[in-house]
C-alpha cells in the first residue's frame, strides 16, 4: 500500500527481510494477522501523550515564528505512526 502511494516497486520477499533485519538491530515488531496481515512497532522513543505535549508546547511559544512552528510540529509527528499522527493538532490555542 504504501509502496503504491510513493510509486515504489518491491518484492514481498524484500519486505519480510526487511523486518527480520530490524528485528535483529532491536526494533520491536510485532505481526498481525487480522483483519489484514501487517506488521507495527511496538515501542517508539516518545509515547503518543509526550508528543502532543510537546506539539502543544511548540505551537503555545510566542517567540517561534509560524513557519519555524509549522516545521516543528511536522517534524514532531514524524515520531509516530501515519495514523496516529492524523489526530494530532495542537490542542492550545494557536496565534
Avoid at 29 to 34: A, D, E, H, K, P
Avoid at 69 to 82: D, G, H, Q, R
Wanted: aromatic share 6%; charged share 25%; hydrophobic share 45%.
Amino acid at each position: 500500500m504504501l509502496a503504491k502511494k510513493k510509486g515504489l516497486t518491491c518484492e514481498r520477499k524484500a519486505i519480510y527481510a526487511d523486518i527480520e533485519a530490524l528485528r535483529k538491530i532491536g526494533v520491536d515488531i510485532v505481526t498481525v494477522m487480522s483483519p489484514k496481515r501487517g506488521f507495527f512497532i511496538v515501542s517508539r522513543q516518545f509515547e503518543i501523550p509526550k508528543v502532543i505535549l510537546l506539539i502543544d508546547a511548540v505551537a503555545s511559544a510566542g517567540f517561534i515564528t509560524p513557519k519555524k512552528t509549522a516545521s516543528l510540529i511536522n517534524k514532531l509527528k514524524e515520531l509516530v505512526s501515519v495514523g496516529q499522527e492524523e489526530n494530532m493538532e495542537p490542542l492550545v490555542y494557536g496565534r
